[in-house]
């Protein structure tokens, strides 16, 4: 069943499993705003939960835009949502703020004890080091990218590892994407290290997201084909691509990319049911060039990737 709102446009999203409700997070704003491309500087993060992934229960919004001034004053994306060992869910997103007309990325967290009362974290704002990673100015990019969260716990580091969208501070202007890295031992304070793979083609690599999948490492992540200038990409290609890793800290090859064809789909996510099936979904962009802002209803892996042989799908391996 496709998730819409009457009032508001739905895009990216993710979603959470407490064992009894899936939850889905997701960014929304006021369809009044008319124009869809103004959508982003309105944006908070919604919530929502179901038992099937079908039927949806709409909650009180998760976060919204600070009190300013602050780093996330004006809107808040896209991130993920993970479970500590002391029960605490921890929400990561990205923020930016008004003094500096939304230009500048950057990362936080919220918590909460039950998935509903949400506070934000001592987490200190995440940003991207100058080291490694393009700042503001550096090179013809319109912002400066750091975003998109994806946190996960690495048994053999015993370390909680982010992976994020982020750029080379060196490399051609246009194709200067890479998997930005960040590490920490307790979900709040972390440490930024450099990108986890070189530029490959891509003008941005959004929503990333590294997960394991029928034995495999994969990177899925979404970019338009016209921000992917090294890539050669079908014309239906609505912007997923999946890459083979040898774990999830990478190595990718990130360059023998596979986009695959979901109409009309972008930020597609990749997540495991509590049966083991693995399923796909993400926001309907546009249709006929019209923007429409709801997420449509999940897509078995293994029926999409059905006849391909980009992995072996196995919908019960983690």
Known sequence: MTFRLHDDWVWDSWLADDGENYHLFFLRAKRAL??????????????????DLEEWTLLPDAITAADGPAWDDLATWTGCTVHAADGTWHLFYTGVSRVEDGLHQRIGSVVSDDLLTWRRSEMPALQA????????????????????????????????????????????PDQRAVVGHAVSPDLTHWETRPPLSSP?????????????????????????????????????????????????????????????????????????????????????NSVDGRFVGEIASPVALADLLAGQTLFPVSTTTT
């Open 34 to 51: 008319i124009d869809p491309d103004r959508r982003h500087h309105g944006a908070s993060i919604g919530h929502a939960k179901s038992v």
């Open 129 to 172: 080091d100058p080291r490694w990673y393009e700042k503001l100015g550096d090179g013809t990019w319109p912002d400066e990218a750091w975003r998109d969260p994806f946190v996960f716990f690495d048994e053999k580091t015993q370390l909680w590892q982010m992976v994020i969208t982020a750029r080379s501070r060196t490399g051609d």
């Open 200 to 284: 490959a083609g891509f003008g941005e690599m959004e929503v990333i997201q590294s997960r394991e999948v029928g034995g495999e490492a994969v990177l899925l992540f979404s970019c338009l084909p016209d921000k992917a200038p090294g890539i050669r990409s079908d014309a239906a290609s609505t912007g997923t691509w999946i890459a083979r890793g040898e774990s999830l800290l990478g190595p990718w090859d990130l360059v023998g990319s596979s986009s695959f064809f979901l109409p009309g789909i972008y930020a597609a996510q990749l997540f495991r049911k509590r049966d083991g099936e693995w399923i796909v979904f993400g926001f309907q």
